[in-house]
């Protein structure tokens, strides 16, 4: 297969994760005899230094063009602390997510056999979690109507869904569920908010059509409380973005680290992989960045175009990097840490 893959390194560790990504990729590719193009475009903080804008026109240009994307991380320390910045690095994600409509975010949380005793959680508790989150990534709050009056002293952001982007992400859900276990979950707060309502209405009004699925509605607030008591419990979450986000990043520490986690931001003609994790900044240009949720991230990347097998190749041998203890100082625990580019280089000479 020819693949066309736009790569957005970003900012922070984005550039250094996203290196040990495309090794592994390129030792898949020569495996099992693909072809990838890699079309590096600039994004975030890196791509306002040298254009002025997160998300320039050439770099949308370059990801629409292509068949994936592979994106690092955005976001730099000088915008966070500073909110009067016109420009942010992460208007350019969310730019990115709108225009090329990337509307189901698939946020995976699952345990590593060998990392089981690292994460904060007791064993017990965690042992056999595999749920996997869709959030919904271009309506809601993030996208809604803001501003200030009052002078300034009085702001407000504005929280809207049609029913049309609760279906096509619901959708997503119920067939997610219908190959996994069967069962989804609704995540809402329909006790106090409009805009649950009408999310529960409609998936209500769709499980008919998926009679071998088995919905549940919970309250967000009850859900980011059983997620860290018995989240093997779950399996299908959907939800909206807000919720999506604070969620997911709760979920992620299940795993150990949230240097783990990859995700998959899919749209109707175009996807995006990329993992969870943030910029981290201070541990930028420093080689100590956990690539493993990168690498994983390109394992769905596969995954998309139905290349399981060498989906199944990058996770395996992703699992026995962490079995053998070739891990990044965020795993290594006293042990020997590694690089994040002899994390990668053992990668790609071990599939
Ligand atoms: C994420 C991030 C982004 C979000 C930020 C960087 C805008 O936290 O992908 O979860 O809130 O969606
Ligand atoms: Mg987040």
Same mark, same amino acid.
């Given at each position: 297969?020819?693949?066309?893959?736009a790569?957005?390194?970003?900012?922070?560790?984005?550039?250094?994760?996203?290196?040990?990504?495309?090794?592994?990729?390129?030792?898949?590719?020569?495996?099992?005899n693909?072809?990838?193009?890699?079309r590096?475009?600039?994004?975030?903080?890196?791509?306002?230094d040298?254009?002025?804008?997160?998300y320039?026109?050439?770099?949308?240009?370059?990801?629409?063009?292509?068949?994936?994307?592979l994106?690092?991380? $955005?976001?730099?320390?000088?915008? *966070?602390?500073?909110?009067?910045?016109?420009?942010?690095?992460?208007?350019?994600?969310?730019?990115?997510?709108?225009?090329?409509?990337?509307?189901?975010?698939?946020?995976?949380?699952?345990?590593?056999?060998?990392? $089981?005793?690292?994460?904060?959680?007791?064993?017990?508790? $965690?042992?056999?979690?595999?749920?996997?989150f869709?959030?919904?990534?271009?309506?809601?709050?993030?996208?809604g109507?803001?501003?200030?009056?009052?002078?300034?002293?009085?702001?407000?952001?504005?929280?809207?869904?049609?029913?049309?982007?609760?279906?096509?992400?619901?959708k997503k859900?119920?067939?997610?569920?219908?190959k996994?276990s069967?069962?989804?979950?609704?995540v809402?707060?329909?006790?106090?908010?409009?805009?649950?309502?009408?999310?529960?209405?409609?998936?209500?009004?769709?499980?008919? !059509?998926?009679?071998?699925?088995?919905?549940?509605?919970?309250?967000?607030?009850?859900?980011?409380?059983?997620?860290?008591?018995?989240?093997?419990?779950? !399996?299908?979450?959907?939800?909206?973005?807000?919720?999506?986000? $604070?969620?997911? !990043?709760e979920?992620?520490?299940?795993?150990?680290?949230?240097?783990?986690?990859?995700?998959?931001?899919?749209?109707?003609?175009?996807?995006?992989?990329?993992?969870?994790?943030?910029?981290?900044?201070?541990?930028?240009?420093?080689?100590?960045a956990?690539?493993?949720?990168?690498?994983?991230?390109?394992a769905?990347l596969?995954?998309?175009?139905?290349?399981? *097998?060498?989906?199944?190749?990058?996770?395996?041998?992703?699992n026995?990097?962490?079995?053998?203890?070739?891990?990044?100082? *965020?795993?290594?625990?006293?042990g020997?840490?590694?690089?994040?580019?002899?994390?990668?280089?053992?990668?790609a000479?071990?599939?």
């Amino acid at each position: 297969m020819k693949l066309n893959v736009a790569l957005l390194a970003g900012d922070g560790i984005g550039p250094e994760v996203i290196d040990q990504a495309v090794k592994v990729c390129n030792v898949i590719a020569t495996k099992f005899n693909h072809e990838i193009n890699w079309r590096p475009a600039l994004t975030g903080a890196a791509a306002i230094d040298a254009v002025g804008d997160p998300y320039p026109d050439e770099t949308h240009e370059i990801c629409i063009t292509s068949d994936a994307v592979l994106f690092g991380a $955005i976001g730099h320390p000088k915008y *966070d602390n500073d909110p009067s910045a016109k420009v942010r690095p992460e208007q350019g994600l969310l730019r990115m997510r709108q225009k090329l409509g990337l509307f189901a975010n698939v946020r995976p949380t699952f345990t590593f056999p060998s990392l $089981i005793d690292k994460s904060p959680l007791k064993r017990e508790r $965690i042992e056999g979690t595999d749920l996997v989150f869709l959030r919904e990534l271009t309506g809601g709050i993030y996208f809604g109507k803001r501003g200030r009056e009052d002078n300034g002293d009085t702001a407000y952001d504005t929280c809207t869904y049609t029913r049309k982007e609760v279906q096509r992400l619901a959708k997503k859900g119920f067939e997610m569920a219908q190959k996994r276990s069967k069962r989804l979950c609704c995540v809402d707060k329909a006790n106090v908010l409009e805009t649950s309502r009408l999310w529960r209405e409609t998936v209500q009004a769709m499980e008919k !059509d998926y009679p071998d699925v088995e919905v549940s509605y919970e309250f967000v607030d009850a859900v980011a409380m059983r997620l860290v008591q018995w989240p093997s419990e779950y !399996d299908v979450l959907i939800t909206e973005n807000l919720f999506g986000d $604070i969620l997911t !990043d709760e979920a992620s520490v299940i795993s150990g680290s949230m240097g783990l986690m990859p995700s998959a931001s899919i749209g109707e003609s175009i996807s995006l992989y990329e993992p969870i994790h943030g910029s981290y900044p201070q541990a930028a240009g420093k080689d100590i960045a956990n690539p493993l949720a990168t690498v994983l991230s390109a394992a769905m990347l596969f995954d998309g175009f139905n290349l399981s *097998d060498e989906a199944e190749a990058i996770r395996k041998v992703v699992n026995e990097s962490l079995s053998e203890g070739i891990v990044t100082e *965020d795993l290594a625990e006293g042990g020997k840490a590694y690089k994040t580019s002899e994390v990668g280089d053992w990668l790609a000479s071990h599939i």
